[in-house]
Each structure stands twice: as C-alpha cells, then as structure tokens.
C-alpha cells in the first residue's frame, strides 16, 4: 500500500539554524500538506499546496516557513532560523483529487494521508 | 472559522468492553468529518471518513462512527476493545472545498485495562 514517507526521523538543531524536512508524498496525490504538533498539543494545520503554489496557509506560517516542491516527488518544509518553540512533530500529509468541484470550481481534495512525522528538537 | 471538542482527555477502558469516543464539531456548513488514530511515536492513520450518504460509517479495525447533524457530533464506536487499540484518537473536520487545512481537536487518549 503506498504511503508517505518523511526524513529525517528526528532532527536535532541549534536556534537560529536552518532546516529543511522532506517528504515524498503517495505518487498521483496532487494536494501536500504539512502539519505539526508540539508535544502534549493537538495537531495544527501550517500550509496546504496544489498546482506548484501554496493554496492555504495558517497563522503559524509566515515568513520564516516555506515550502517548495523541487521536483516530481519531494514536498519540503524549510524553517529559515529555527526558533525554541518550533520544536514538535511536523507531518507531511497528501491527498488525491476527486474531480470537479461543484459549480465549476476545479478539482477538490480527497483524504489526507499522513506520514509518520519528523521530530525536529531546537536547542 | 471550524473547531473540534473531543471533552473526554482520557479513556479507560477494559478489554472486550464496548467503547465511546466523543466529538463534536463547529462549522457552519456540512464538513467532511475524520478519525484518525496515533500510535506511540507513529504517525497519524486513518480510521474512517465521512463526506456524504449513509451518516453512519464503517472503519478500518472494527471502528464505526456515526454522523448526526443535529448535535454536531461524530462519535467514534467500537463492539469490543483489544489491546492494540490503545493509541491517541484524533477526531478532524474539514471543509468541503479547496485544499483546506483539517481543523483537530485536541485528542482522546485511551488506555485499555487488561
């Protein structure tokens, strides 16, 4: 069954650096997400991504996040200078398209898949 | 802007016993609604979905839930508990257009008694 798959697994770095967590998302999944979830807290939505552009993002998101998809399999997530509080699991999720929205609208996502997560630690 | 309020933090259960996740939700169309379960240091896997039709939905491991509009809530419901199911449970919603953001409540964790 294919799955998302995440790297690393944990990622260890000091405030102020930059880091880049990766993500292959399920092969004709067209619509990438990621999320995070600080310890003990519920899982929050940062940016959603569709047709090479960032489609929705979140409060969290700004301008020290960003997202790239670089080629035809990664979806990466870089945070430019890592803060204490950005330490948590970060989840990359996919989904595919069903089809035409109603009215005309293009096509609207499926479930979300999610991977197993990267634990980024900030020191 | 949609919420999600899973009230129980902790769950006990006993093995064999029947169980009772609760959900509700705030949003002020008809959502897409979600379960997904979280295993010590995995990730998180679906349960089941519901989008439209039959309000009640089948899952994945034994796992029902049952959609009712007029209370806002989409209870998770399992028959009889097993060991294995021991996990976090997490009840999303999300809107039916776009490629939004799910909106997760803050979870159920649930414990099964030998």
């Known amino acids: 069954e294919p799955e998302v798959t995440q790297t690393p697994s944990h990622q260890v770095t000091q405030m102020g650096q930059e880091v880049i967590l990766r993500c292959v998302p399920i092969?004709?999944?067209?619509?990438f997400y990621w999320y995070r979830q600080i310890l003990g807290q519920k899982v929050e939505f940062l940016v959603s991504?569709?047709?090479?552009?960032?489609?929705?993002k979140s409060e969290i998101f700004d301008d020290q996040f960003s997202v790239e998809r670089p080629d035809g399999s990664n979806f990466t997530l870089k945070i430019r200078s890592t803060k204490l509080e950005d330490s948590a699991m970060y989840f990359c999720?996919?989904?595919?398209?069903?089809?035409?929205?109603?009215?005309?609208?293009?096509?609207?996502?499926?479930?979300?898949?999610f991977g197993p997560g990267t634990r980024l630690t900030v020191l | 802007a949609q919420s999600v309020t899973q009230p129980d933090i902790h769950i006990t259960v006993s093995e064999g016993a029947s169980l009772e996740l609760r959900c509700n939700y705030s949003y002020g169309a008809t959502p897409y609604l979600f379960w997904y379960v979280q295993s010590p240091g995995q990730g998180l896997q679906l349960l089941l979905k519901y989008f439209s039709g039959d309000t009640l939905v089948q899952g994945i491991k034994g796992f029902e839930a049952e959609f009712k509009r007029s209370q806002s809530s989409f209870n998770l419901r399992k028959p009889s508990v097993h060991w294995s199911d021991a996990a976090e449970y997490f009840c999303?919603?999300?809107?039916?257009?776009?490629?939004?953001?799910?909106?997760f409540g803050k979870g159920t964790h649930l414990i099964i008694q030998p």
């Open positions: 991504f569709y047709n090479n552009e960032i489609s929705e």
């Open positions: 999720a996919s989904s595919e398209a069903l089809g035409s929205a109603a009215g005309g609208g293009g096509s609207v996502p499926d479930t979300q898949y």
């Open positions: 092969s004709n999944h067209l619509y």
């Open positions: 999303a919603v999300g809107r039916r257009r776009g490629a939004d953001g799910l909106t």
